[in-house]
């Protein structure tokens, strides 16, 4: 018997460069996202997480999940930069992920410069 319409987990499998961001969200892959957005080397995933949320452990699972494959994880934390609150770069820290929070436009262009150059890096972008 059909269910109906069926709400799944946002996530594009694969790596792609980010073609604009503003407005709310992102576009990648000839895509478009409204909202956040974690780009990890299994994918891109939404990110629920808005300007001026608080930034917490459990809001970083997924990147500590993938630790193996990221050495690198930008974070734009919105129009402004904010310092990641010391729990989080602690429990970055001991997966051996080295973090740098910047606003999101600078962590989109050092993404995508990054990722051409086949770095191990993620990022993790609030929507602006």
Not at 29 to 53: N, T
Not at 86 to 94: E, G, M, N, P
Request: overall charge negative; proline content about 5%.
């Amino acid at each position: 018997m059909p269910k109906g319409i069926e709400i799944r987990e946002a996530h594009f499998p694969g790596r792609a460069p980010i073609d604009a961001y503003g407005n709310g969200g992102f576009r990648f892959a000839d895509m478009s996202h409204r909202g956040s957005i974690l780009m990890l080397p299994s994918g891109v995933y939404a990110w629920d997480v808005a300007e001026g949320d608080a930034l917490t452990v459990e809001k970083f699972y997924k990147v500590v999940d993938e630790a193996k494959d990221i050495e690198v994880l930008l974070v734009g934390t919105g129009k402004d930069i904010r310092p990641l609150p010391a729990d989080v770069k602690t429990a970055l820290r001991a997966a051996n992920i080295s973090s740098d929070p910047m606003s999101t436009g600078a962590a989109v262009r050092t993404y995508n410069v990054m990722l051409a150059e086949s770095r191990a890096v993620a990022v993790a972008l609030i929507a602006v």
